[in-house]
C-alpha cells in the first residue's frame, strides 16, 4: 500500500504562482511513477502531468504544458507541481497519484493505483 497526502493548495490570482507537494508513505517510493490530476465542478477528472519513477521523464497535458513542471524527490518521497501563470480555468482539485506500472498513451496517464484525496486550487479573475 502507498499513501498518498497533497498540500500546496489554494485562493491565487490570475497569473499568479502555486506549489503542490505530495508527500508518500508505504512502500518504496522510488519505484512508482507519479502523476498529478485535476477534477473541476461538474466536469470529468483529466491528467495533468506524469514523471517516470527515476524523474527522467515527464508528460503533460498540452493545456498546462509550459506553464507546469512536475518533479520528484526520491529521498524525501515527495512528488512537486509547480504551477506557474495559473488561469481560472486550471480551477480544480488536485489528485496526486502512483503507478507501479503507469505508463503515457494518447495523452492521458494510465496505471495509477493508488490516489491521494486532493488539494483544491481556485484562481481567480
Known amino acids: 500500500q502507498v499513501q498518498l497526502v497533497e498540500s500546496g493548495g489554494g485562493l491565487v490570482q490570475a497569473g499568479g504562482s502555486l506549489r503542490l507537494s505530495c508527500a508518500a508513505s508505504?512502500?518504496?517510493?522510488?519505484?512508482?511513477?507519479m502523476g498529478w490530476f485535476r477534477q473541476a465542478p461538474g466536469k470529468e477528472r483529466e491528467f495533468v502531468a506524469a514523471?517516470?519513477?527515476?524523474?527522467?521523464?515527464?508528460y503533460y497535458a498540452d493545456s498546462v504544458k509550459g506553464r507546469f513542471t512536475i518533479s520528484r524527490d526520491n529521498a524525501k518521497n515527495t512528488v512537486y507541481l509547480q504551477m506557474n501563470s495559473l488561469k481560472p480555468e486550471d480551477t480544480a482539485v488536485y489528485y496526486c497519484?502512483?503507478?507501479?506500472?503507469?505508463?503515457?498513451?494518447?495523452?492521458?496517464?494510465?496505471?495509477?493505483?493508488?490516489w491521494g484525496k486532493g488539494t483544491l486550487v481556485t484562481v481567480s479573475s
Open positions: 497519484a502512483a503507478g507501479e506500472k503507469g505508463y503515457y498513451s494518447g495523452s492521458y496517464y494510465y496505471g495509477m493505483d493508488y
Open positions: 508505504g512502500r518504496t517510493f522510488s519505484s512508482y511513477a
Open positions: 514523471i517516470s519513477w527515476s524523474g527522467g521523464s515527464t
